[in-house]
């Protein structure tokens, strides 16, 4: 792997863990962090000995947003033909192993939104959602208006986006943007837990679940049906479920491949 200023990657057995680190700006993201965050990423899926990857921050800021001293002198000219910021956005989304935010902390405009691309989102007591764009004169940009919608409901959506309001922990987990909520020094034990388990089971299936969940943002019923039934009948020619469906009629543990 190559050395990287702005993040931290570690592997724990199947799971990989990757940490924003720009403390002293609470993680805020500008392109330089983008960039190693895409390419940690991209390396994390094409690894076949990593099955889940964590994306994480401090305890005090998952990421605060994008770096707004460095956009604060951005002309539309240079934003747009450079893609500014949002150039590898799609990458986060594209990875094909699944991904948790482990969030504690600040989770602000771009941080919200790089919540918002994982799979699912852990948080600590302590995470403050929010899209403050609107303070500073812009909108979201990079999925903030579109997956915040999907994820919360156009009321509440709207509210944050429109007022710039943060999100407690729990309202996050009432509002369904979140999957669980833990004290703050259960987070990172609890978000490798999950993710142990997700890489404890058989590589396919676990990928091929991501995928038809993910469909449900994209396609209409019926082509996620027809998707979800095309996938579940193809694990029927893997070894995975050959075992999996043994080890449950001879009562023990089930043992997937590796790959
Ligand atoms: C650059 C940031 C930053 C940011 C915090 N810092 N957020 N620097 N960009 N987004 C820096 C501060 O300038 C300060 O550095 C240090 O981090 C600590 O922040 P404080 O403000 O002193 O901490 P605190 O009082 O605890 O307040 C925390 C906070 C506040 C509520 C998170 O920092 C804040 O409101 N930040 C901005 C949040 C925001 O508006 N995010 C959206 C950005 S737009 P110095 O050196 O000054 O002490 C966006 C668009 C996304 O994300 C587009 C697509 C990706």
Request: glycine share 8%; hydrophobic share 45%.
């Given at each position: 792997m190559t050395p990287y200023n702005n993040i931290l990657l570690e592997t724990i057995d199947a799971v990989a863990r990757i940490t924003l680190n720009r403390p002293a700006q609470l993680n805020a993201l500008n392109d330089e962090l983008m960039d190693e965050l895409s390419y940690a990423l991209t390396a994390c899926d094409a690894n076949?000995?990593?099955?889940a990857i964590i994306i994480t921050g401090s305890d005090k800021a998952f990421a605060a947003g994008a770096d707004i001293k460095a956009m604060a002198n951005l002309d539309f000219e240079t934003a747009y033909l450079n893609n500014?910021?949002?150039?590898?956005?799609?990458t986060i989304s594209n990875v094909r192993k699944p991904v948790i935010a482990a969030v504690a902390g600040f989770a602000l405009g771009g941080g919200c939104e790089l919540a918002l691309a994982c799979d699912t989102i852990v948080a600590a007591d302590n995470a403050q959602f929010g899209q403050p764009e609107i303070k500073l004169g812009v909108i979201p940009g990079a999925g903030g208006t579109q997956r915040l919608t999907r994820a919360i409901g156009k009321a509440k959506a709207m509210d944050m986006i429109l007022t710039g309001r943060m999100m407690d922990a729990a309202e996050a987990e009432r509002s369904g943007l979140v999957s669980r909520v833990v004290p703050l020094a259960e987070l990172a034990g609890t978000a490798l837990k999950m993710a142990n388990i997700i890489a404890g089971y058989g590589r396919l299936s676990t990928m091929m679940a991501k995928e038809a969940v993910n469909l449900t943002q994209e396609a209409s019923l019926s082509s996620g049906l027809q998707f979800e039934r095309r996938a579940f009948h193809s694990l029927f020619a893997t070894a995975d479920q050959k075992e999996g469906m043994a080890a449950f009629i001879e009562k023990r543990k089930a043992t997937f491949k590796k790959p």
């Amino acid at each position: 792997m190559t050395p990287y200023n702005n993040i931290l990657l570690e592997t724990i057995d199947a799971v990989a863990r990757i940490t924003l680190n720009r403390p002293a700006q609470l993680n805020a993201l500008n392109d330089e962090l983008m960039d190693e965050l895409s390419y940690a990423l991209t390396a994390c899926d094409a690894n076949p000995s990593i099955a889940a990857i964590i994306i994480t921050g401090s305890d005090k800021a998952f990421a605060a947003g994008a770096d707004i001293k460095a956009m604060a002198n951005l002309d539309f000219e240079t934003a747009y033909l450079n893609n500014f910021i949002t150039r590898n956005w799609d990458t986060i989304s594209n990875v094909r192993k699944p991904v948790i935010a482990a969030v504690a902390g600040f989770a602000l405009g771009g941080g919200c939104e790089l919540a918002l691309a994982c799979d699912t989102i852990v948080a600590a007591d302590n995470a403050q959602f929010g899209q403050p764009e609107i303070k500073l004169g812009v909108i979201p940009g990079a999925g903030g208006t579109q997956r915040l919608t999907r994820a919360i409901g156009k009321a509440k959506a709207m509210d944050m986006i429109l007022t710039g309001r943060m999100m407690d922990a729990a309202e996050a987990e009432r509002s369904g943007l979140v999957s669980r909520v833990v004290p703050l020094a259960e987070l990172a034990g609890t978000a490798l837990k999950m993710a142990n388990i997700i890489a404890g089971y058989g590589r396919l299936s676990t990928m091929m679940a991501k995928e038809a969940v993910n469909l449900t943002q994209e396609a209409s019923l019926s082509s996620g049906l027809q998707f979800e039934r095309r996938a579940f009948h193809s694990l029927f020619a893997t070894a995975d479920q050959k075992e999996g469906m043994a080890a449950f009629i001879e009562k023990r543990k089930a043992t997937f491949k590796k790959p």
